[in-house]
């Protein structure tokens, strides 16, 4: 991990549209112990929720805008990083592409709760990701944006 601090370039000028970055999510086998390091450090807040039975998402946030998440992983075996995903229209359509460009399906795609891990309507359930990997192996996510 690194960080940066902008100055002159300002980083990315455009996120949350498709084909661009959209979340980043903390996986670690120790949320509460990342979360009060970069509260410290960057000074982040957090809020948590229950996301499936026995599993709490925490969204970090500055100025009260979610920036990114943080999660144990969800299988058994998976260092603990940073992962990235970017804005697709339908990720079902974008895992079969990759495939056929020479990447694989390294998680089949999934529901995202959007709803219900933003604290609106509890159950809905508006999204799709997956996870790929580019023909030398890179892993990266993509999700299919939530509605305006």
């Keep these: 991990m690194g960080l940066w601090q902008a100055r002159r370039h300002i980083g990315a000028t455009l996120v949350n549209e498709p084909g661009a970055l959209f979340w980043n999510e903390l996986l670690t086998d120790n949320p509460d112990t990342a979360i009060a390091f970069y509260?410290?450090?960057?000074?982040?807040?957090h809020v948590s929720v229950d996301a499936a039975p026995g599993t709490k998402y925490h969204s970090l946030k500055v100025a009260g805008h979610d920036v990114a998440g943080c999660v144990e992983p969800?299988?058994?075996?998976?260092p603990n990083h940073?992962?990235?995903y970017f804005a697709v229209d339908d990720a079902d359509a974008t895992a079969h592409?990759?495939?056929a460009q020479g990447g694989r399906i390294a998680v089949d795609p999934f529901d995202i709760p959007w709803a219900r891990l933003l604290k609106r309507e509890v159950g809905a359930t508006?999204?799709?990701?997956?996870?790929l990997a580019d023909p030398q192996g890179g892993l990266f996510g993509v999700m299919t944006t939530p509605p305006q």
């Design 82 to 84: 940073w992962h990235n």
């Design 126 to 131: 508006v999204g799709r990701a997956t996870v």
């Design 74 to 78: 969800p299988m058994h075996g998976i």
């Design 97 to 99: 592409k990759a495939v």
């Design 39 to 45: 509260e410290a450090v960057l000074g982040v807040t």
